[in-house]
């Protein structure tokens, strides 16, 4: 079945740093891609997306590119602030079905 | 939109109590979600809907958990009875076919 497999956290950067989080998936045809935030004490909010191959999803300065040859989407941004202290959840949905999340990685940012 | 909405926000019960959680989807959106959230077992879904009728159920944990939603504005999870290992964030979520998917504030369970 699909499956989605993240980087093992917690992260933790300095303010200004360059942030990655690998996230890969397994899936059959194509799956449309997310990236999910969730901030202290509140829900998941939907951060970015992409629905097919060689997409670029972006919001806040966070970007991730769909890439299938590589079965990847990894969040990326160049400059982190203490304010994007959170958990990131990768997701894919194929179809009608469930989203399929990762695990979540804890991120911090130190001033 | 007011968003996913979800009551109470916090709830503390004792053991052996019935907890009833409560969602209201976004206006329009024909599948919804629960989910549950702990430290051990992170983000784990319980049961969805689609147009208001059960499509798994297959992670509910077993059969103290029950999930309804009689209209398609209003959902409701309940735990009867309740135990401690129930304790947990529980997440409402809906969505429409073009897969974006909105979550609720979330419901703090705790069970003593």
């Known amino acids: 079945g699909n499956s989605v497999t993240q980087m093992e956290g917690p992260v933790t950067l300095s303010e200004e740093a360059f942030l990655t989080i690998n996230c890969t998936y397994t899936?059959?045809?194509?799956?449309?891609l997310f990236w999910y935030v969730q901030y202290p004490g509140e829900g998941l909010q939907l951060l970015l997306k992409?629905?097919?191959?060689?997409d670029k999803g972006s919001n806040k300065g966070f970007e991730a590119t769909y890439r299938k040859e590589t079965t990847s989407f990894h969040l990326e941004k160049g400059s982190v602030q203490v304010s994007d202290s959170a958990v990131y959840f990768c997701a894919l949905i194929q179809g009608a079905q469930k989203l399929v999340f990762g695990q979540g990685t804890r991120l911090t940012i130190n001033p | 939109d007011a968003g996913v909405i979800q009551s109470p926000r916090h709830e503390v019960t004792e053991m052996g109590q019935e907890v009833t959680l409560r969602c209201k989807p976004i206006?329009?959106?024909?599948?919804l979600f629960w989910y549950r959230q702990t430290m051990m077992r992170g983000l784990e879904l319980l049961i969805y809907f689609n147009n208001n009728v059960p499509i798994d159920d297959s992670g509910m944990p077993e059969d103290r958990f029950s999930a309804k939603m009689p209209n398609a504005s209003f959902s409701t999870l309940k735990i009867q009875p309740s135990e401690p290992r129930d304790s947990a964030v529980y997440f409402c979520a809906s969505r429409t076919r073009s897969n974006e998917q909105f979550f609720g504030p979330g419901t703090r369970l705790t069970v003593l």
């Open positions: 992409a629905t097919k191959a060689d």
């Open positions: 206006s329009g959106h024909d599948y």
């Open positions: 899936a059959t045809g194509y799956p449309s």
